[in-house]
């Protein structure tokens, strides 16, 4: 029953989360938690591969990490003469 009562806050904090910068302050008055809890679930989070960056106190997440699909024809990615890089 404990996994499941962490795995619902983990899902609420990566909701709010999410939709913007929220403060870790911000976030342990919500969950009526320390901040060290939140940084916890943060950690979990970011062991299920989310993108989840604190700068300076305030949390963001971009998403969850994914693997590079490789491309099937490299022939698209090389550059050439209107390539912008190769006329500078």
Not at 29 to 51: K, M, N, T, V
Request: aromatic residues 6%; contains cysteine.
């Amino acid at each position: 029953m404990t996994d499941v009562q962490h795995k619902t806050r983990n899902e609420r904090l990566l909701s709010l989360i999410s939709r913007g910068e929220a403060s870790m302050h911000t976030l342990s008055i919500l969950f009526g938690c320390p901040e060290a809890s939140i940084r916890r679930s943060l950690q979990e989070l970011r062991r299920d591969d989310y993108h989840i960056v604190v700068v300076e106190g305030w949390v963001k997440c971009y998403g969850k990490r994914s693997a590079l699909i490789a491309c099937e024809d490299d022939s698209n990615n090389v550059g050439g003469e209107d390539d912008a890089d190769y006329q500078r």
